[in-house]
Structures are given as C-alpha cells and as structure tokens.
T-cell receptor, first 113, second 114 residues
Framework: QKEVEQDPGPLSVPEGAIVSLNCTYS??????FMWYRQYSRKGPELLMY????GNKEDGRFTAQVDKSSKYISLFIRDSQPSDSATYLC?????????????FGKGTMLLVSP | NAGVTQTPKFRILKIGQSMTLQCTQD?????MYWYRQDPGMGLKLIYY???????DKGEVPNGYNVSRSTTEDFPLRLELAAPSQTSVYFC?????????????FGPGTRLTVL
C-alpha cells in the first residue's frame, strides 16, 4: 500500500460546481496536511495548510482532515475555469520546518465554462 | 524578489552525458529541495539541504549529486545520464522553523535523455 493515494482524474466539472478532491494515507504519524495547486507547466504553489483533524476555510476553498479515517479532502465552491489545474496533497509527521513532505500523485481538475 | 529560479528551462541530453541543473533563491531560505515529477507520478524528493554545507538524500537519490556552498544556490548534478532520468525537475525552498512554512517552487527544468 502506497503511503499516499490520490485519484489522478481527470475530474471534469461545469463552472459553478462544487468540487471534492481527496487523498487517503496509511502512515498514522502524519499530522500536517497541505494542498498544492499546479498549473500546467508551472511549479506547485501552496493552497491550504492544516494541522491534525478538522476544517479550514479560505475563500472558496475548504480543507478537511479526518485522521481517524486517514482521509483528507479539499472542497472548491463555485468552481471557475481558472481553477483548472492539478491538485497535489502533501503531508508530513512534523511541522513542515522539521521534516520532508510526502506527496500524492495529484488530481487533474478541468472546469469548463 | 525573483523567488526560486531554475536554469535551463529545457534540455535534451544523450545517454552518458552529464549536466548540472541550476537553482537559486533570493529569499534567504535555509531549506532547499530537489524533486522530480514524472507524468502522473507526483513529486519525488531527490535531495534536500537544511543549510549551506549540509545535504541529505531523499527518496530517489541514485544517479544524482548535490552541493550547497551558499545559502542561495543548490545545483543538482546528473552524471552518466540515463533515459530513466527523463523528467521535470523542480527546485524548492522554504524558511526554517515552525508555522505553515510554505515550500516555494521554481518553474522547473524539463529534461529529456535520449
């Protein structure tokens, strides 16, 4: 079993839809969870950062962590064509300052106008 | 700030050739990283550095070497290039300490080994 599993997609939705992106993981030591967004032919950029279980909201984006199920989600409300990108989950057992990150393979999202 | 810059943007190598991928950051970050990204495979850590003079292996270090003589620069060396090293290479940096400590990524170098 891989440490971090993420459906590669592509996930195609119409503009305005609510998008749900997910990752599962096997290492119970993971405590810090991140979502990166990567536009085509660009480097990834940090979108959301959460610690332990719970929700975190930032504008149209909500990150959710369920450590009991080893499952994290990213919700995008009122999706826009500009949200079309690959979304990578990443996680680490320690604060990002003290350990390296384990990345999922990424989910490609396509939002059509 | 320019952030993290990488050169070259593209490169085609023949099997057995060597090259150095350059990475420079101007944010005075202590931590720097090299990743490779194969299609549909996410990011794999090659090497990382927690400061000048200190480097360590990541998940996939074979076939690569690094050095860190300054805070700003973290070059990645490929010796005896092989087709399996065809990939997109990303350099990243971050500040030390706790907090969200975002890793800032460069634009990547697309390498093809034929």
């Amino acid at each position: 079993q891989k440490e971090v599993e993420q459906d590669p997609g592509p996930l195609s939705v119409p503009e305005g839809a609510i998008v749900s992106l997910n990752c599962t993981y096997s290492n119970s030591a993971f405590q810090y969870f991140m979502w990166y967004r990567q536009y085509s032919r660009k480097g990834p950029e940090l979108l959301m950062y959460t610690y332990s279980s719970g929700n975190k909201e930032d504008g149209r984006f909500t990150a959710q962590v369920d450590k009991s199920s080893k499952y994290i989600s990213l919700f995008i409300r009122d999706s826009q064509p500009s949200d079309s990108a690959t979304y990578l989950c990443a996680m680490s057992p320690l604060p990002a300052g003290y350990s390296t990150l384990t990345f999922g393979k990424g989910t490609m999202l396509l939002v059509s106008p | 700030n320019a952030g993290v810059t990488q050169t070259p943007k593209f490169r085609i190598l023949k099997i057995g050739q060597s090259m150095t991928l350059q990475c420079t950051q101007d944010m005075n970050h202590n931590y720097m990283y090299w990743y490779r990204q194969d299609p549909g495979m996410g990011l794999k850590l090659i090497y990382y550095s927690v400061g000048a003079g200190i480097t360590d292996k990541g998940e996939v270090p074979n076939g690569y070497n690094v050095s860190r003589s300054t805070t700003e620069d973290f070059p990645l060396r490929l010796e005896l290039a092989a087709p399996s090293q065809t990939s997109v290479y990303f350099c990243a940096s971050r500040s030390s300490g706790t907090g969200d400590n975002e890793q800032f990524f460069g634009p990547g170098t697309r390498l093809t080994v034929l």
